[in-house]
Every structure is written in C-alpha cells, then in structure tokens.
C-alpha cells in the first residue's frame, strides 16, 4: 500500500462537513471548519449525483449551506445521506415570504404586508409600497413603487424573474409580495440559537443606493449598535423562531421600523449566516467573536447554552461589508480598484466573484454582484472614509 493510498484511507475516516454550492466564497469557510476539529468537502448541487455513493463511505457530520438559493438541495441530501435535515415546514418559511407572512399573522405576531398574486391588476396598497419576489432572495427584485405605472412595470419584471430564476428554487410558482412601505431605520441581525435559547452578535445598518435600489448595498457594524438593538430586537426574534419552529443553528433577520408606529416589523428571515457567511468574518473582525465556527457548532447541535451564553466580545471596532452591483452587466475586460484594495491597510478581505473574460449577468437575468469587500477600522470616521473611497474607486470596465 503505497503513502498516497493510505492517506486517502486515513483522510475517509475523518469526521467531515460538506459545504455545498460555497463556490469561491469557500476559503475563510474551509479554515473555520478545520479550527473546529472537521474536514470541509467542497461540493456543488450538480456533482451530487456522480459523488452521492462516494458520500455515503464518508463519516460526514453534517451539511452547512450559505446559499438561500442551496437550501433545498441541502435538505435532499441531507435525507440521501440519512443525516437529520431541517423540516420542510420550517424551511420553506426561510425561502417563502408570503408563507411567512401568513405563519407570523395566524400567531398574531404584527407584521404589516400583504401577499398579491403577480396578475393582480390593480395595487392593493396606498402608494408608495413596496414590491418585491415572494421567493426571491439577495433583494433582487425589490422595489419602492410610487404610481400605477412604476407598480405594473415592477411586477412585469418580478414574473420574469420568477420565471428564469426563483421558480428553480422554490416548491410552488413564485408570485409577487406587497408590503407597506416602512420609512424607519433598518437592520439586520445575525443570531444563534441553541434549544430556542436566541443570541443576537451581530447588528448591522445598511446603506442602499436608493430606495429604488435594494441590492446595491454596504453593512456596517459595532458594538454600540450591538448593545443598542439587541435587547429590543431579541425577544422579536425568539418569538418569531418559535412560531417557526426553529430550534438550533445562524439565523439572519431583516427587520425596518415604521417611522408611523414605531413598531419593528420582519422583512425577511433565513436559517444561515448573513451575505453567504461574510457577516460572519465582519462579526469577527469588529467584536472577536469567531461567530462562523459558533455557527457551524449550533448548526450540527455540538454547542451548549452555557457555552452560548459565556461569550464575550473582545474587540470594539467598526466595520463594513461593501456589495456593489454589477452594473449593467457584461463580459468583464477589467476592474477598477484592485491596486487600491490590496494596499488599503482597512481592507482585510475582498473577492470578486468572476475572472476576467467572464460574464456578469444581472437581474432579471440573475442576481449578480461585483464584489464583497470587508473592511474593518478603530473608528466610525475611518470606515466612513472606507466607505466612500471604495464607493469611488471600485467598479469594472466591461469589453
């Protein structure tokens, strides 16, 4: 038996942990999952015919998925392999926001929307509201609609997105989904749950282009927000967790207020770490908290609330995660900004998901964006200057 084959045979006896659909947001992931005692295995939703067998000779601990868009196949796989998957129940409220919707209102939990069929031909709101894919994920799609017009043009554009995209993803055919505009702040809150024991580490702001752009986005994190938000916002979510059903694993909730009542309403909710698991790294850089390692821990039921309730932050910094749309889409030729992103010592991390000579293809098409920045600085005036320098100097030529 030769060196190569006994590694292999040593290497199957490992307790591992598949990342599915993770694609070239896997490497800070890989590390995480190792510091934690396992053996990330990298695969994506088209190779789990070929490699399912393969699988099943495995020790595999479990399944972890940042893709809302992966969810599904993670539950599949999950049964193929006989490990214990998140009921369908309770998934389908995470991909599904008028399925949601209508769970939180028959538990009398206040949350201001109502659900429209996409061929409903007149608005069944006071203008503005907002217009937005039922099973749509990324806020592709979402829109602040203020006359007849804007309203029949947004939902035309929603249907063919469900068509080409969200109908993929989702166990019935997408519609449309209508909700008041809430002109108060938002934020978006990263927990874990352990036996329905919910704690909030991350709260993030975010910052959008325009009201009539919901993708083109930066998150920004510290502690005060953190101590400010989470002692209103956590019994929120722990009730809504318990209508739902989930028990332990991330959670990741947006959440607006009403400047009218005063009152926080959900947007959304999914069973994962936030911004396919960056708010993680942000979570870490800004507090010290290794909140990806917690997260894959409560995910595989191996954290305990003592230990849940024990931590503590360690750092008070500020932080940013930057996501800038692709634009107008296209083959990329090149990219403005890079010399700029390697030097910038706030920097810690940056990706930009397609190569040179690939395709970036945006909504309806796809939900694509440019890049995924994250910076991290001991004061809010130096992420600020972050914000608005990476605001300038990062884009893309395409050919």
Excluded at 24 to 52: N, Q, T, W
Aim: proline letters at 5%; charged letters at 25%; hydrophobic letters at 40%.
């Amino acid at each position: 038996m030769n060196s190569v084959t006994l590694m292999m045979m040593q290497e199957s006896k490992l307790p591992s942990l598949i990342l599915l659909d993770q694609g070239v947001h896997a490497g800070f992931i890989d590390d995480d999952i190792r510091a934690i005692g396992l053996l990330p295995l990298r695969l994506a939703s088209e190779e789990i015919p070929e490699k399912l067998a393969w699988l099943r000779s495995r020790n595999i601990r479990g399944i972890y998925c940042l893709s809302e868009a992966s969810k599904f196949r993670e539950r599949e796989l999950a049964v193929a392999l006989d490990l214990p998957p998140l009921p369908e129940a309770v998934l389908e409220t995470g991909r599904n926001k008028r399925l949601l919707h209508e769970r939180l209102v028959e538990a009398d939990f206040r949350y201001y929307s109502i659900s429209a069929s996409s061929s409903l031909p007149e608005p069944p709101l006071a203008f503005p509201f907002i217009v937005k894919p039922s099973s749509g994920y990324a806020s592709a799609g979402v829109r602040l609609v203020k006359n007849r017009a804007e309203y029949l043009k947004a939902v035309s554009k929603i249907k063919l997105m469900n068509r080409m995209l969200f109908d993929r993803y989702a166990n019935e055919v997408s519609g449309v989904l209508c909700e008041e505009y809430l002109d108060g702040p938002e934020v978006s809150i990263d927990a874990i749950v352990v036996n329905g024991n919910v704690r909030v580490f991350g709260v993030c702001t975010r910052e959008y282009a325009g009201e009539d752009n919901f993708q083109d986005y930066a998150y920004f994190m510290n502690v005060q927000n953190l101590e400010r938000y989470s002692a209103e916002l956590q019994p929120i979510i722990t009730k809504a967790l318990d209508v739902l059903g989930y028990v332990s694993g991330p959670v990741h909730v947006e959440l607006r207020k009403s400047g009218r009542t005063g009152r926080w309403h959900i947007l959304d909710l999914a069973f994962r770490v936030g911004g396919m698991g960056y708010i993680g790294e942000l979570i870490r850089g800004v507090t010290g908290v290794e909140y990806n390692r917690l997260a894959i821990r409560a995910w595989l039921g191996d954290l305990s609330e003592p230990e849940l309730r024990g931590i503590r932050a360690s750092r008070n910094n500020y932080g940013l995660v930057f996501v800038p749309a692709a634009g107008k889409g296209g083959i990329v030729k090149s990219y403005l900004g890079r010399e700029y992103l390697q030097s910038e010592k706030a920097v810690k991390y940056f990706c930009f998901p397609k190569a040179e000579g690939e395709r970036y293809v945006v909504y309806p098409d796809g939900t694509e964006y440019l890049a995924v920045i994250i910076g991290i600085a001991e004061t809010e005036p130096e992420v600020m200057r972050l914000y608005n320098e990476l605001s300038k100097k990062v884009g893309v030529i395409y050919a």
